[in-house]
C-alpha cells in the first residue's frame, strides 16, 4: 500500500480558516447518481443507493475474487491425500491452512512488477459457525497470501504449492509473539494475535495489524483462561519470512486500536496516529525516540523487537478547546498531552509505564483527554499532511451519522504539540453516508470512505437513505470536491473494509466482510445459503477486455 506522508512537510496554520482548502462542505450535498468524476482506479459514475443482495460496481468495472473465507492458501503436500506420511496439519481440512473469518485490513507487498504479497486481517467470528474455541482459534490473526499477474495483467491468487510454501502463511490466536517496550517487563512473549481489523504497512515493508475489540473473546465466546492485557495492542509482523515471530509494540498504548496512520517527520523520527474505536474514546498521536534506521529487505534481517522505531518513544492523547458535539460544524485548537508516569498527574495513579500503557484508556481519562464519537479509521492526506478521522458514531451522543474530523499540526512536522481541528463533514442524509468505518486518501488526495452501518439497522430508519453499506469517494478537487459519490454497493448485510491500491493504481482490493448479517438473508458470493466473507480485486474492464 502507498505509503502516505513520507518525508512531508506539514504546514503551519495561524487560523481556522485555511482548513477548508480541498473539501468544501455545505448542508446541500446530496449527491445525484450519475455525476462522472475521473479516479486515479479510472472514471466512473456515481451510483445510486440499492439494498439488493449484490455486490454492485459502476458500468465499466468488473471484480475477482482471490480468496473467501475456508478456501486454502497453502498446500504443505500437492497430493497429500494419498501420502501416508503427511504430518499431522499438513491436510487442506486444517484451518491454519485456510483462509480466515471475516477478512478487514489488507496491506499490499510488492515483490516484482507482477507478483506481491498481501497481507490480510481477520476481526472477529460467528461462534454458530466455528462453535469449538481450538477451531475459532484459527481462524482469526492474518493471512499471508502470494498473488500474480495473470496474461490480462489481472492479480490473482498464486496456486502453485512452491510459491505458496515460500511466504504464505496464517498468524492466528496460537501464534506466540514477543513483546518490545515496557510492557515487556511482565510479558516477554504472549500467545496470539486476535481482533484484527486495520493496519499500515511500513516504509520498510512489514505489517502492523491492529487489535480492536478484544473483549469479545473474552465476553462473548468465553474463551479459557483469558488474559485480556495481553491483547489490544498493535503488531508488527514481517511478511517475507514465514518462520518470524511478530512483535506487539506496547509503547503504544493499550485499547480498542481501529487502524494506524503513519508519517515520517522532518527529523526521520516515525509518528503514529491512532483512534480507540469505543465509545467517548481518544485519538493518540506516538512518536519514535530514535530517527528511523531500518533495512530495506526483512527477507534477509531478522525484525528483533528493539529494531522497530515503535519499540520506543513518545504517547500523546488529543484535548481540544472545548467539548464538542459532533453533529456539528465546528474548528478551533487542541494540544497533545504526554501518557507518562513522569507527569504529576499520573504518576500517582500508577507503578510504572508499563502499568500505565496496559490502563492506556484510564490514563487518557485522568488527563481529561476529549472523548470523541468513536474514533475508527485515521489517514494522512498527501497533498497538505493533514489527518482525517473518521468519526463512526455515538447513539449515547444522539450522533447516529458520525463525522469526518480533521487536524492539523501548527507547526510544520508531526512532533507538534498543538493543533487546529474542525468537525469537516457531517453524516446524514445531506451528504448521503452514514457512520464512516475505513477511510483512504489515494495519491490525488481523495478520500476513499467505506461505510459501517449494522446490520439490523440497514434499510430502516433513519438510514434508509443510504441503502446497503457502500464505498464511497470524496474528491478533493473539481465540482464535486466535497461530496460522497457512490462507487460501489456492497451485498445484504455487508460492509467494505481494507481499502487498498496496487502500486500503479489499475487494481482495487478490498474485503467484503460479514455478508448476511443482522440476520439478512445474503446468498453472496457463490449464490449458495452459505454467505462468505471474501477478498476481492476490482479492476476497469477497458484495461485488458
Known sequence: MKFLGLGLALPALNSCDSLIEHFSYNENLEVTPGLEFKSPLGPFKS???????????????????????????????????????????????????????????????????????LAVNHEFLDPLDIPVEAEQRKAVGVSIVKIKKDSHGLWKFDEDPESQREFNRRITANTVCTVSGAVR??????????????????????????????????????????????YGWIVEINP?????????????????????????????????????????????????????NMPKNFKDHELEPNLSPFSEGDLYVAKLDKNLKFTEINSGKGKWLKLSVDNPV????????????????????????????????????????SIVAALTYSPAEKNNFGSLFRIVEDNPHSESMTFHYENLILGGKASGFACPDNIYFDKNSNL?????????????????????????IIPSEGPHAGKALRFASA????????????????????????????????????????????LIAIYQELEWW
Request: glycine share 6%.
Open 47 to 117: 451510483l445510486a443507493a440499492s439494498s439488493l443482495d449484490e455486490l454492485i460496481l459502476p458500468e465499466g468495472y468488473s471484480y475477482d475474487i482471490i480468496r473467501s473465507y475456508g478456501d486454502v492458501i497453502l498446500r504443505v503436500h500437492e497430493d497429500h491425500e494419498n501420502d501416508e506420511n503427511a504430518e499431522i496439519g499438513d491436510c487442506e481440512q486444517s484451518q491454519e491452512l485456510k483462509f480466515g473469518y471475516n477478512n478487514d485490513y489488507i496491506g499490499f507487498i510488492p515483490l516484482s512488477s507482477d507478483e506481491a504479497l
Open 185 to 230: 517487563e511482565l510479558y516477554p512473549e504472549v500467545t496470539g494475535t486476535l481482533a484484527n481489523c486495520s493496519g499500515a504497512v511500513t516504509p520498510w515493508n512489514t505489517v502492523l495489524t491492529c487489535e480492536e475489540n478484544y473483549y469479545l473473546f473474552d465476553e462473548v465466546y468465553k474463551w479459557k483462561n483469558f488474559d485480556a492485557k495481553q
Open 240 to 292: 517475507l519470512k514465514p518462520d518470524s515471530k511478530p512483535i506487539k509494540h506496547t509503547a503504544l498504548g493499550r485499547m480498542a486500536h481501529e487502524n494506524c496512520a503513519l508519517v515520517k517527520s522532518h527529523d526521520e523520527r516515525m509518528v503514529v496516529y491512532m483512534g480507540d474505536d469505543k465509545e467517548r474514546q481518544f485519538i493518540y498521536k506516538f512518536v519514535s525516540k530514535n530517527p528511523l
Open 346 to 385: 499520573l504518576k500517582s495513579k500508577f507503578k510504572s509505564q508499563a502499568e500505565l500503557l496496559i490502563e492506556t484508556r484510564l490514563a487518557a481519562k485522568y488527563l481529561a483527554a476529549t472523548p470523541m464519537d468513536r474514533p475508527e479509521s485515521l489517514s494522512v492526506s498527501p497533498k497538505d499532511g
Open 448 to 472: 476513499w470512505l467505506a461505510t459501517d452501518i449494522d446490520g439490523i439497522k440497514l434499510n430502516k430508519a433513519p438510514y434508509d437513505f443510504q441503502g446497503n453499506n457502500s464505498l464511497f
Open 491 to 534: 451485498p445484504a448485510g455487508a460492509e467494505f473494509c481494507g481499502i487498498c491500491f496496487s502500486e500503479d493504481y489499475k487494481t482495487l482490493f478490498l474485503s467484503v466482510q460479514h455478508p448476511g448479517e443482522g440476520g439478512l438473508q445474503s446468498r453472496w458470493p457463490y449464490g449458495t445459503n452459505v454467505a462468505k466473507s471474501s
